[in-house]
């Protein structure tokens, strides 16, 4: 299977701008996308096929990445921010979610 | 709007089987793939596989093979994810999820899950 390897948690301050990483250990081509998650919750969609935004979603989220490393970018970083953010592949069978990046806000 | 609303909390024994089903609304149900997510008690993500309703075909993760059964009832627009042989590793939250534009689109809508606790 394809393993996304997400960092487990970041910590940053309202206004700054922060980059959670997805690493694949095998090429996905463009097919990486983002969701949030927030307790309770299911997830939401935010970007498709590594660098399109959803319908809905603000443009301080942003996306980038093609092959095996991608990046999930929020400038600036709001409150409502805070939520565990994932990455999901859909190029190689299984398809596969990273583990989840937690975001928190100082 | 599109909505996928799914059935309630389920408590069942070990070695029982249990079947959830997603009420598609707001678009065409036999023209996407509905897929079926868990969401295990650490959080970790897995993809179970999908179910084309216009013409009835599935596919799924290998390690869901034997676990999991999808099928679509295209008169009431819903999807039914029947689990057997249930152990209490497969207490978890369920999501049904219809794909984005195209099929690698990933998973654009989300129903708001259904717990399945999985305990004697």
């Known amino acids: 299977d394809t393993v996304l390897t997400q960092s487990p948690a970041l910590a940053v301050s309202p206004g700054e701008r922060v980059s959670i990483s997805c690493r694949a250990s095998?090429?996905?081509?463009?097919?990486m996308h983002w969701y949030q998650q927030k307790p309770g919750q299911q997830p939401k969609y935010l970007i498709y096929?590594?660098?399109n935004l959803a319908s809905g979603v603000p443009a301080r989220f942003s996306g980038s990445g093609s092959g095996t490393d991608f990046t999930l970018t929020i400038d600036p970083v709001e409150a409502d921010d805070t939520a565990t953010y994932f990455c999901?592949?859909?190029?190689?069978?299984?398809?596969?979610f990273g583990g989840g990046t937690k975001l928190e806000l100082k | 709007q599109i909505q996928l609303q799914q059935s309630g909390t389920e408590l069942v024994k070990p070695a029982s089987s249990v079947k959830i089903s997603c009420k598609a609304s707001?678009?065409?149900?036999?023209?996407?793939?509905m897929h079926w997510i868990r969401q295990l008690p650490g959080n970790g993500l897995e993809w179970i596989g999908w179910?084309?309703?216009?013409?009835?075909?599935?596919k799924y993760n290998q390690k869901f093979d034997g676990k999991a059964t999808l099928t679509a009832d295209k008169s009431s627009s819903t999807a039914y994810m029947q689990l057997s042989s249930l152990t209490s590793e497969d207490s978890a939250v369920y999501f049904c999820?219809?794909?984005?534009?195209?099929?690698?689109?990933?998973?654009?809508?989300w129903g708001q899950g259904t717990l399945v606790t999985v305990s004697s």
């Open positions: 096929e590594a660098s």
């Open positions: 999901q592949q859909s190029w190689n069978d299984p398809w596969t």
């Open positions: 179910i084309y309703p216009g013409n009835g075909n599935s």
């Open positions: 999820a219809r794909d984005g534009t195209y099929y690698y689109d990933g998973f654009a809508y």
């Open positions: 707001g678009y065409t149900f036999t023209s996407n793939y």
């Open positions: 095998e090429g996905v081509n463009s097919y």
